[in-house]
């Protein structure tokens, strides 16, 4: 009987994440990701570099013993790198087990954005960072690019070994 209750919790936490995205600024645009892939926000840490990374991989750091790879995502999205100020922020998500920080210019909130608000990405020709956007959400009068999160850190392609 525990077990059941103990899956309904389960059940009910999950649908309180469903349409929810934290939301981020880089480069002036906003950006979501899903909530549920979010374990923590952080601000910038100490990043040991690695040799022979994609140029977007900025080095890993320490967090409570785990070494976690963090990405500059203006870098991945091809966009000027800048320098960090106290606004930027690390966004540590985790994706089929694999914990991954992502540098951002700052986070903003976390939204509601039903899937009814969703849009496809326009179909535009392809550029360099639209295979990682996953929808186009309507909130009020503004779009907040919604992120394919695996695409984000597992994509390879294009030559970006720089």
Known sequence: MDTDLLEEEYEEDEDTQEDKFLTFVLNGEE????????????????????????????GVINLRGKVIPVMDVRLRFGVKEREYDDRTCIIVINIEEQSVGMIVDRVSEVLDIPKSDVEPPPKVKKGESSRFIKGMGKVDERVKILLNEYQLLFDFNKGEEQ
Do not use: A
């Open 31 to 58: 950006y979501g990701i899903e909530i549920r892939h979010v374990t923590e926000i952080i601000g910038i840490q100490n990043i040991t570099e690695v040799p022979d990374m994609p140029h977007y991989i900025k």
